[in-house]
């Protein structure tokens, strides 16, 4: 399953939840641990580069000087053998990184989790120590980010709704009923796999 999210919606938390009961793997900051043991980095140096898209400018000058742009290049790679790899292994749960546009669509349970930007601020505000007004700048300038990362990476609108089997207003329906209702979808066996012994949703990336 893949869950993504806008900024402060609590993608995490619901996630987390998920994986408790199911006994499944979670991958959210996780993922940016593992890609920085593998390029042998310090992890807040790698979170710089973190669904952070590649300028026109960049792409452009990287022949000349890579040396400045290699971290971010191997981020990338690193990401997307991490998701293939964890997509191979099933029964994860991955968190943003557009890791639901990089498996396959008809094994992949892909979820999008929502909710109104005051409620996101406030969470946001809480866990960083702001006030809700630098709050709301910094959900904002997040979702940009991802959205651009994602759009330029995998051409992609990830605000659109038909990208996903499921959206969750994580607001309106709470952490814990958004949880329910993902578990129920896995349970359920969502999405249908081809393959053999999947009744309970086993083949689910």
């Not at 993922?31 to 590649?54: G, H, K, N, S, Y």
Request: aromatic content about 6%; overall charge negative.
């Amino acid at each position: 399953m893949c869950i993504s999210r806008e900024a402060g919606a609590g993608a995490g938390s619901i996630a987390r939840l998920v994986g408790t009961r199911i006994d499944w793997k979670v991958y959210d900051h996780e993922v940016i641990e593992a890609i920085a043991q593998r390029m042998e980095m310090p992890t807040d140096e790698v979170r710089v580069f973190d669904e952070l898209a590649p300028s026109v400018v960049q792409d452009w000058i990287l022949p000349l000087r890579e040396e400045h742009y290699a971290p971010q290049e191997a981020y990338l790679d690193h990401l997307a053998k991490l998701v293939a790899a964890i997509g191979r292994a099933g029964e994860s749960i991955i968190v943003g990184r557009g890791a639901g546009f990089l498996l396959k669509r008809e094994s992949t349970l892909l979820v999008r989790v929502i909710a109104p930007l005051q409620f996101r601020a406030e969470r946001l505000a809480e866990r960083m120590g702001v006030s809700i007004r630098t709050a709301k700048r910094a959900a904002r300038d997040l979702d940009r980010r991802r959205t651009h990362f994602e759009r330029t990476m995998y051409r992609v609108d990830p605000n659109d709704p038909h990208n996903y089997d499921l959206v969750l207003d994580s607001h309106s329906l709470g952490l814990s009923i958004a949880a329910e209702i993902l578990i129920s979808a896995i349970e359920a066996g969502q999405p249908k796999v081809a393959s053999t012994g999947t009744e309970k949703g086993t083949g689910t990336d």
